[in-house]
């Protein structure tokens, strides 16, 4: 997925390498497969130091601080094109050691623009699609082109969704363009500055300078231009405040931002109810939900949160929804021709590319609106979508999604209550009752957890089962105990696991199923026939005396209203897989080959 930050001052800046390595901090949810910098000092030199690892790591290994620079780039990898190794490590540089390059996103036609290059004769030293940028400019430059020709001329020829920046060092100006892949720039005193991450921005400025798909700004430290990059007119835009305050990158005093974010959920609910309660913003909203159907989309977590809000939709309000995987919208959508539903996209980032794909072929076949569940309001898709539905979780820092899942199936659950005509005193005094049932069940079964994650922290394998609404529940807990304990867990339906997975039963094999009282009708059927051939039963319930006495373990949520049950037996997966991530010594706010944001197919 990657991301860069870029800046310009009008002057040396001896702090250069700090305040890249302090921006790669920022962006290191988008990758840390590999770090590099580059730093240009006013004698036209530059250098590059870049390394396979995490912006940490690479630091340690590099020192960043101890370069200076008038204008300098850091970037880093979530590995697509090219091993994470040094050499597929960015920013590159060009065959003469003049121009420097950095991107983001995707270079689809990497291979054919390669062999192109290679028979211009162009060194390529990478397997990493980045490194086509420079080269390709470059091969323009060196054919007589002006530069803004030679950029017009290669953005033409890269296909693919991305953004980039370029630097010549015998110039003080810098380039950026952004086709598909998030870009923000703004202007301070002495400085602009340009990246992937609108809050590495934000540290720097809060006067934004909006840019636009399809549009390239040439900066230095004062001015800038931005042009249509196919038309090459020159468009006035001012920078505009943004007053998003950058939340204090700290985690202190807990150990690890997941277990920060966890720790906000309260507080991150309630915001939530303040602001859906007080405002109008659902009523807005209800014409357009209330007409046609609603197709709902997301991925990962998302996408389990979606499903969630499925059955919150379908049994509180009764109105007919479809969840689809973002990659099925494109199929459903071409050949069910379907011209009149909504689509309803929920996704942290709002920067996800496999949910942008949806929405371009969405806005290809049908009339319908698109509604953006998003969490980052000054993402992409939460600029463009029609109508907003903000998740006011705040910015999210470890990779694994926690706070804002809670937020998304939350605002599901106010909408399906807002939908089925519920007041709003009435929803304003549920979800304080949910917040604190949520903050006792945490209190309540902190203890049990933990004793939990010390039998499951050898386990590499294991299932875990919902019934009905409790599905999508054990979908994330599964994907949450992936991510960040590297277990292969697989969640299913209940009812479906007796049709032949029960063959993995064998003796001592732990499985959890989560259900409501109401529903043990059909589980308790599920408990014994995993039971009878000594499986082990972890049983995540509404308080019951049979699923009780039938569970080998039993742990009690003390929430009547199932729907409520439901979020809070998500907030205890999450919970217990940050304890088996502790125990088994594994960062979880970067886990192994995953992103916070994947903004490539
Ligand atoms: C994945 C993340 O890459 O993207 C998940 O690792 C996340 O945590 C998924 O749920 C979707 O992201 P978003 O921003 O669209 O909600």
């Not at 390529?124 to 091969?139: A, L, P, Q, T």
């Not at 003080?172 to 500055?193: D, H, T």
């Not at 977590?301 to 969840?323: K, W």
């Not at 590319?353 to 319908?368: E, H, L, M, Q, T």
């Amino acid at each position: 997925m990657c991301g860069f930050f870029t800046i310009v001052f009008n002057k040396e800046n001896r702090n250069m390498g700090s305040i890249l390595k302090n921006a790669g901090e920022r962006l290191s949810y988008r990758g840390y497969d590999s770090t590099g910098i580059a730093v240009f000092n006013e004698n036209e030199k530059f250098i590059i130091r870049k390394d396979k690892g995490s912006v940490e790591k690479v630091d340690k290994k590099l020192k960043f601080s101890q370069y200076g620079g008038y204008k300098g780039i850091i970037q880093l990898r979530w590995a697509t094109y090219g091993k994470p190794s040094k050499i597929n490590a960015q920013p590159h540089k060009d065959c003469t050691g003049r121009y420097v390059s950095a991107h983001n996103g995707n270079i689809i036609n990497v291979h054919s623009l390669f062999e192109k290059l290679k028979k211009a004769g162009h060194r390529i030293k990478s397997e990493n699609d980045g490194e086509v940028v420079v080269h390709i400019i470059e091969d323009y430059l060196n054919k007589g082109k002006s530069l803004n020709d030679a950029v017009k001329l290669s953005y033409k020829d890269i296909k693919g969704d991305y953004a980039f920046c370029f630097a010549d060092k015998k110039s003080r100006k810098m380039i950026a363009v952004k086709k598909g892949s998030s870009l923000f720039a703004g202007k301070g005193n002495g400085f602009i500055v340009v990246s992937s991450d609108l809050y590495a921005v934000l540290d720097h400025t809060n006067k934004i300078i909006p840019l636009k798909d399809s549009e390239m700004i040439e900066f230095d430290s004062d001015d800038y231009t931005i042009r249509n990059i196919i038309s090459m007119e020159s468009i006035k835009r001012s920078p505009e405040n943004n007053f998003l305050n950058p939340c204090i990158m700290y985690k202190r005093p807990y150990d690890s931002f997941m277990e920060k974010e966890i720790s906000e959920v309260p507080t991150k609910i309630d915001l939530l109810r303040e602001y859906y309660v007080s405002s109008n913003h659902l009523n807005k909203l209800k014409r357009t939900l209330s007409k046609g159907k609603l197709i709902i989309t997301g991925s990962g977590t998302s996408y389990n949160a979606s499903l969630l809000g499925t059955y919150f939709l379908n049994r509180i309000s009764g109105i007919d929804v479809a969840v689809h995987l973002p990659s099925d919208i494109n199929d459903r959508l071409k050949y069910v021709r379907d011209k009149s539903s909504n689509l309803l996209v929920v996704s942290q980032s709002g920067e996800t590319k496999d949910v942008k794909n949806a929405i371009d072929s969405f806005r290809n076949y049908s009339k319908g609106k698109v509604i953006g569940m998003i969490n980052n309001l000054a993402s992409t898709m939460g600029m463009t979508s029609d109508y907003i539905l903000p998740t006011i979780s705040d910015m999210e820092i470890s990779v694994p999604a926690t706070k804002t899942f809670i937020n998304q199936v939350v605002l599901f659950y106010i909408l399906s209550l807002f939908l089925k005509g519920e007041s709003k005193s009435n929803i304003d005094k549920k979800i304080k009752l949910l917040i604190k049932s949520l903050k006792k069940a945490k209190k309540d079964t902190d203890e049990q957890l933990s004793s939990l994650a010390n039998k499951l922290i050898k386990r590499d394998f294991m299932h875990i089962l919902g019934y009905s609404l409790t599905y999508p529940c054990a979908k994330e807990g599964a994907l949450k105990m992936k991510e960040v304990n590297y277990m292969n867990i697989e969640a299913m339906h209940s009812s479906e696991f007796k049709h032949g997975p029960l063959a993995l039963i064998k003796r001592k094999y732990p499985i959890i199923l989560i259900t409501t009282a109401k529903d043990k009708h059909y589980t308790l059927s599920h408990i014994n026939e995993i039971q009878t051939r000594n499986g082990i039963i972890i049983s995540i319930s509404q308080k019951d005396k049979d699923i009780e006495k039938n569970s080998d373990i039993n742990i009690t949520i003390n929430e009547k209203d199932e729907n409520c049950f439901a979020i809070i037996s998500v907030y205890l997966m999450q919970i217990l897989s940050l304890k088996i991530a502790y125990k088994k010594g594994i960062n979880p706010d970067q886990p192994r080959n995953i992103s916070k944001t994947i903004t490539v197919d």
